[in-house]
């Protein structure tokens, strides 16, 4: 069974920090996601990484795929209150039986104070 | 993205009871799934609704407890049977698209057996 380990489960901090996600794995995954969720509402694509060492940026975020394809790091720079929700990485299984399922690591709950 | 319909966003139901949940997906999609999740956690995978044919299920779920239909490639239930206050949680569905890298999520029924 493939896992994702994702840390830390909990983030509080003022508006203006910076803070980095992380998400590992022992197993390669074909590609892994990173969704964001709030209360109510299912959890928001916001990026694919797909290949080893690539780096995707969204707005302040910033998002590094590990390059042997088993971790990944998210980063925000100078959060703000709205960046607020739970962060979920979530690795794509490409082959057999498994095709197509998500693994999801543990999630991060963000709280950015103003 | 495929935007999804899940009704209904929330229920309080008595133990012993069944309740079924659907996702209404506004074009055809390759792959629909049903999640579980409490409460700023994570998701966990009940099974994949395969259409046509009988679900998917994970380890420690079973077609008894969790009946799935999905009859063509936009619609799916996911039924709860026999309730008991273990089985309060949010389930979600979620669907792939046609040539989509990104999965889409309903907002979730937030069940609460009482």
């Known amino acids: 069974t493939q896992l994702l380990e994702q840390s830390p489960q909990f983030l509080s901090i003022q508006e203006g920090e910076n803070l980095t996600v992380y998400c590992n794995s022992s197993?390669?995954?074909?590609?892994l996601q990173w969704y964001r969720q709030e209360p109510g509402e299912g959890p928001v694509l916001l990026v694919t990484v797909v290949t080893g060492g690539e780096v995707k940026k969204l707005k302040r975020l910033t998002f590094q795929f590990g390059d042997a394809r088993k971790d990944s790091s998210l980063h925000i720079t100078a959060a703000q209150p709205g960046d607020t929700g739970l962060y979920l990485c979530a690795g794509v299984n490409a082959g057999g039986t498994s095709y197509g399922k998500l693994t999801f690591g543990q999630g991060t709950i963000l709280t950015v104070h103003p | 993205s495929a935007v999804i319909s899940q009704k209904p966003s929330r229920d309080i139901c008595q133990r012993g009871t069944s309740l079924t949940i659907q996702c209404q997906v506004d074009?055809?999609?390759?792959?629909m799934f049903w999640y579980r999740q409490q409460p700023g956690q994570s998701l966990t995978l009940i099974a994949t609704a395969n259409q046509g044919s009988e679900a998917t299920y994970e380890s420690g779920f079973v077609i008894d407890k969790f009946p799935i239909s999905r009859p063509n490639l936009t619609f799916s239930t996911l039924t709860v049977s026999n309730m008991s206050p273990e089985d309060s949680s949010i389930y979600l569905c979620?669907?792939?698209?046609?040539?989509?890298?990104?999965?889409?999520f309903g907002s979730g029924t937030r069940l609460t057996v009482v």
């Open positions: 197993s390669v995954f074909s590609s």
């Open positions: 979620s669907v792939v698209g046609f040539g989509v890298v990104g999965y889409t």
């Open positions: 074009s055809q999609v390759t792959m």
